[in-house]
């Protein structure tokens, strides 16, 4: 039997082998729970989908992230096509960069670099603001309204569109479509049925990739069409994936931790007050409803080589599920870890990931948050969430969020006819323009 580094025998995965199914609802009923219970043994094995390593301390979370040369995002690696973060194989949500590893991984994420920069996004945060104003004057008089679906599912989608530079009329369809890909389970019918949509999604976004190719505009679909891999433009379909995936990983992720903030917020209002009394409290406040909330619970990694974590040998070609979320609540690294404290100091969280991967869009996420928090705080300050009418979603194998949260708050007034008004929110436009 081979050793361990430090000469130790190693141990047969039997020892830790375990009922475990990320998709189970089990999961979604308490993240935490599950990871602090999955955390007595941090690398265990399970038979479901075939057979899968499920990591769920912060240690390991950081060697999965970083050590790319070893766990590697790619959707190909002799182990079956497209088996890349997802478990099992999800068609319609695998590929671009974040399932890709060096050196195409490396060349595409470096000229994607520059469009998601802290400078790029400060130029935003005007815009974000406004376009929240214009979320909330449509529920302001109103007095009640549904957190999730008209403020914090919505915005997330504009926001990436206005990136992409693609028609904002979008943002109700693209948003509720990316959505219901990502809450429901891999091979139910009502998973199967969003394919359809998707396709549709996928067909305008098709058209605009042709029409910024004709008549290119300084934005990010544009800067796609011209990147390069291996000197080479990027295909077209590339190109498509690649949108989409911009689309898809700021959505859901954004949307959930706007929800569990809100959530939290409501059930301890004192906190509101003392968030707004310093608009420097808002920066680790966020921090710390990323780790809390972990939007993203887990992703996949295929094992590239032979490699000994915890006395146990990982073979190439195992496949690794890491619990982001219960990295986040691991004791060894925070103290106090299901506690919210706003104020939390050296806050070590991997909820954007760590390594190669670390999330490309995450200052777009912390100026999205911040735009929504303050203008919600400000505006409809005592809001309160009906907590028994809260729906979370189904499954939370890869984000943890909310499909409903009703709220009541004091009426408000409208503050301007905002960015849409020349459009028809909700509207599904069959053609876009600029
Ligand atoms: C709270 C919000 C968000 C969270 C928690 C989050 C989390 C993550 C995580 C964990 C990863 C790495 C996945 C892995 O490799 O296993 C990731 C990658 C990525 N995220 Fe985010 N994300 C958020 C928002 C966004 C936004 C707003 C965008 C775009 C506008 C975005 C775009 C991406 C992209 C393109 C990648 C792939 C990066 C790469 O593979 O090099 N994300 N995100």
Not at 30 to 42: I, K, S, T, V
Not at 269 to 279: F, G, I, S
Request: proline share 7%; hydrophobic share 40%; with cysteine.
């Amino acid at each position: 039997m081979a050793d361990t580094p430090d000469a130790r025998p190693l141990r047969d995965r039997s020892e830790v082998t375990i009922d475990f199914d990320h998709h189970d609802p089990k999961l979604s009923a308490d993240r935490a729970a599950a990871g602090h219970e999955l955390r007595q043994c941090p690398v265990s094995w399970t038979e479901s989908h075939g057979g899968y390593w499920v990591f769920s301390a912060h240690e390991q979370a950081q060697e999965v992230g970083k050590r790319a040369d070893v766990f590697a995002s790619g959707n190909d690696h002799g182990n079956g096509p497209r088996q890349g973060l997802n478990i099992p194989f999800i068609a319609t949500a695998a590929g671009g960069v974040i399932e890709s590893d060096a050196p195409r991984h490396t060349q595409v994420r470096r000229q994607m670099g520059p469009w998601f920069s802290q400078d790029t996004v400060q130029t935003q945060r005007a815009q974000m603001t406004e376009d929240v104003d214009y979320f909330i004057d449509q529920i302001i008089e109103r007095g009640e309204a549904d957190l999730v679906k008209d403020l914090a599912g919505p915005f997330p989608g504009l926001v990436t569109l206005r990136l992409l530079g693609l028609p904002v009329e979008y943002y109700q369809p693209f948003s509720d479509i990316l959505h219901k890909t990502v809450y429901l389970s891999p091979g139910t019918p009502e998973r199967e049925a969003v394919d359809g949509e998707l396709l549709w999604l996928a067909g305008e976004v098709w058209q605009w990739i042709e029409k910024k190719k004709a008549d290119p505009k300084s934005d990010y679909l544009t800067a796609l069409t011209r990147m390069e891999i291996d000197g080479a433009p990027m295909k077209p379909e590339e190109v498509l994936v690649e949108a989409i995936l911009t689309i898809g990983a700021g959505l859901d992720t954004t949307t959930s931790l706007m929800g569990h903030t809100f959530r939290w917020l409501s059930r301890n209002p004192e906190a509101k007050t003392w968030l707004m009394e310093d608009p420097a409290r808002l920066g680790p406040a966020c921090e710390e409803f990323l780790r809390m909330a972990s939007p993203i619970t887990a992703t996949a990694r295929t094992v590239m080589k032979d490699h000994v974590v915890r006395d146990f040998e990982l073979k190439a070609g195992d496949r690794v599920w890491m619990y982001w979320h219960a990295a986040n609540h691991d004791p060894a690294v925070f103290e106090c870890p299901d506690e919210v404290r706003l104020d939390r100091k050296q806050n070590r969280h991997v909820a954007f990931a760590a390594g190669p991967h670390r999330c490309l869009g995450m200052r777009y996420a912390r100026a999205e948050w911040a735009a929504m928090v303050t203008q919600v705080l400000t505006r409809m300050p005592d809001f309160v969430v009906d907590d028994d009418a809260v729906v979370p979603v189904p499954d939370v194998s890869l984000t943890g969020g909310f499909i409903s949260m009703p709220v009541r708050f004091t009426p408000g007034r409208r503050v301007g006819p905002g960015v849409l008004s020349e459009t028809i929110p909700g509207k599904t436009p069959r053609t876009g323009g600029e």
